[in-house]
Every structure is written in structure tokens, then in C-alpha cells.
């Protein structure tokens, strides 16, 4: 069944191509499309289009498809060109006319939107909720292992001191950042654009406010042809912020697969997180952080996937726009993978003790023989020389007990204070 049947058959190989794989996708939008035509429906009987007996058998039979869709029950037969169809067929079916006036004052392309919409605002709250168990088990560890010593590198030369505590504590207040692109993607999405039509609005007495009322958005996208333009653009809004996401797991997972190589040594994780090779017994692979690190890249490339898709095109709808969804709710699920699967082995995170004992790493305590020698007194450049020559001529000595205290040092954290910024932003 087509929405847009005129009574003509389309050639298989037209159909084939035009339909995609729009039906495995569209049952990510199931859930949503039934939401907004409850919706609807309930805003058709306000302006007289539906009675309320008509209304009732409407609302009656939604609810039980999306008991179906919660089940896992819900199909999309093939003979369906999308969810849509699916769902406006089987309200036909039980109900004749009032299932043949679900579609009154709508377009298929406002109701693509208004799913999308649903769907974007329902996932970045599921992948806030995911950063947050991330965030408070970051912080757990940064709290457990503060005293730990590590190195810290610059150009990946053993460079300063750092410590487990900071490490850890250093992508838990990376994610605040990347909360801040999903609270703002997700106020893009809180727009309702259903009463759009195919761009141009209806001239149906069509009660927008109402609609919007009903579905929880906290405004709608009031302009007709501004409701077509989201189409592309909330979901690649949404695509920056996830790219900010993936952009901090995927520096973890190389931070952490840098870390576990003999060569560093400094944590390891339990064998059953690890496999091995097949010809060297030997080995313990971090293949789960090195999926992660590429997932992750292939995310940060989504907005630019997007962009070229959506990029130059007109105002109005335009077939391109179907691309869309074939790349962006697939991330989406990888999104929500990489970050189930981080938290689940992080949790398991074996960190090792005294690594900066180890000679080779006398030279990180440099600069803060040099500062004991502007306590005392010497100019800071005279300092930097002095040290610089007693590594040259071999009588450098390093200074192993730290006195860092400011905010954000090694042994001053903060990270109450980072606890209570994340919280205000993921409330906001």
C-alpha cells in the first residue's frame, strides 16, 4: 500500500529503488508515527472532521498497536511502502472511513518530521542517561585512584606528572561539553512541525497549539515552509552533538588501548574483555576499545555525510532527503552500543600502582624541581637553565613528592565541583 496511490502500478525495479530500506528503519519511527496520529486524531474531532464515536475506535486501535510496537510484535509487511501506510491500512481495515480520514490535513512529509522530531528528543534523553552512568563512573574511579601517579605526555613524550585521579576525571568533564550540543540539538527538536502538510500548511482549520499540547514539545515550528526546512537539519544538529560524544570515547579508547600496550602498562582489564590471537598465545587484544575508537570515527563523519546530502538543496521537500535516515539512525543505535559497551568495561578497570617509580620517568618531575627553585629565590629562567644543564650533565635529581594544589591539579581535583556543573547542565 502507497499513501500516495492513484490507482497505477510503479515498475518493481522503480519501487525497489525508491523504497530503500525504509521499512527496516521505519520501525524506529513506529512508536512515534502512532503518537502523533493520536494525536491528530484527537485534534480532527476538535475541529469537526471526526466524530467522537470515529475518535474513540481511532484511539482505541493506535493504543493497541503500540502495545504491539512495545511487544515487539508490530510488523512491516512488504507489500507496505513504509509505517505510514502500514498504519493508516490497518486503521482501514478495522475501521473504514474514520481510518480513511486519519490522513485529513496531513502530509506524509509532516508526518515523517513529527517522527523524527519524537524520536531525536526520546534518544537524546536515552543517550544523556547513558553519559550520566559514564560521568558518575568516571568520577568513582577518578576518586578511588587520585593518588596514582601517571605520566603525562605532550607530542607523546613523557612530559609532567598526571595522575589516574585527573585522567579519569578528565573525560568525565569532556562529556559536560558534549551535553551542552545535545541539551541544544534537543531544543531543535522540540519544535512541533505536524500541520505543515507537504510544506504549505491546509486549508483545514487545523489546531496546531493543540497538537503540539498533546505530544509534549514545548513549541511548534510555527511557519509552514521553516517546518520543511528542519527536514535534514535536525537530524544533522543532532549528528554534531552525537560527533562530540563519539569524539570523546574514541580519544578514550585510543588513551586506554595506548595504556594497556606493554610499552605503558599502566591498566589492564580481565582476560574475558580481552581475545586473542591466533597465532601468538601470548596476546590479550583491546579489540572492544579499538571497535570503539573506529565506531566512534565513523560518527564523527555523520555530519558531513549529512551535509553533502543536504547541502544546496531548495526549500520544499526533495527525495534526497530520504538518505538521511539510512545513516542517522543507524549511529544512533552504534551510539548507544559504544557507550553501553565503555561503561560495562570500565567497570572493570584493573589500574596499576607506583608506575612512575620506573627511572625512565624521572624527567616528568623537571618542571617542579625548577619551581622549588623559584620558591627559593631564582629567577625563572635561571632555573629553567640550571635544570637544563644538570639533565645535559647527568646530576639531575627528580622531586617526587608534588605540592600541586590548584584547582584542577593533580591534588586538587575538584571534583565535587565537576560533579555539580554536570548536574546543573544535564538538568538544564
Partial sequence: MKLWDKGYKTENLIEEFTVGNDRELD???????????????????????????????????????????????FEIAESFEDVHSKIEYDLTQELGDAGKKIHTGRSRNDQVLVCLHLYIKEE???????????????????DTHKDKLIPGYTHLQAAMPSSFGMWFAAYAESLI??????????????QNPLGSGAGYGSSFPLNRTMTTKLMGFETLKYNSVAAQMSRGKVEKSTAYAMSSVAGTLSKLSMDITLYMSQNFG???????????????????????????????????????????????????YHRDLQLVKESFIPAIESLKACLTVA???LEKTEVKSNITDDPKYDYIFSVDVLNEDM???????????NVAKSVADGTYKPKRELDHTHEGSTGNLCNSEIKEKFKKVFQS
Avoid at 466524530?51 to 493497541?64: A, H, I, Q, V
Avoid at 586473542?276 to 565506531?295: C, Q, T, W, Y
Avoid at 620558591?375 to 625563572?380: A, D, E, L, R
Fill in 343 to 345: 561503561i560495562f568495561a
Fill in 124 to 142: 537524546i534523553k536515552a543517550i544523556k542517561d547513558q553519559i550520566k552512568e559514564l560521568f558518575d563512573l568516571l568520577i568513582k574511579l577518578s
Fill in 27 to 73: 520501525m524506529h519511527l513506529a512508536k512515534y508515527d502512532i503518537i502523533a496520529s493520536k494525536a491528530h486524531a484527537t485534534m480532527l474531532e476538535s475541529i469537526g472532521i471526526l466524530d467522537k464515536t470515529e475518535l474513540e475506535g481511532l484511539l482505541s486501535n493506535l493504543d493497541k498497536m503500540l502495545t504491539d510496537v512495545e511487544n515487539g510484535t
Fill in 375 to 385: 620558591k627559593n629565590g631564582i629567577p625563572f629562567r635561571d632555573a629553567y637553565k
Fill in 177 to 190: 561539553d558534549d551535553i551542552h550540543m545535545l541539551n541544544a540539538a534537543y531544543k531543535i527538536a522540540d
Fill in 266 to 316: 599502566f591498566l589492564t582489564f580481565p582476560d574475558e574483555l580481552t581475545t586473542g590471537s591466533s597465532i601468538m598465545p601470548h596476546k590479550k587484544n583491546p579489540d572492544v576499545f579499538e571497535l570503539i575508537r573506529a565506531k566512534c570515527n565513523k560518527i564523527q563523519n555523520l555530519p558531513n555525510e549529512l551535509l553533502l546530502i543536504t547541502n544546496n538543496l531548495p526549500s520544499g
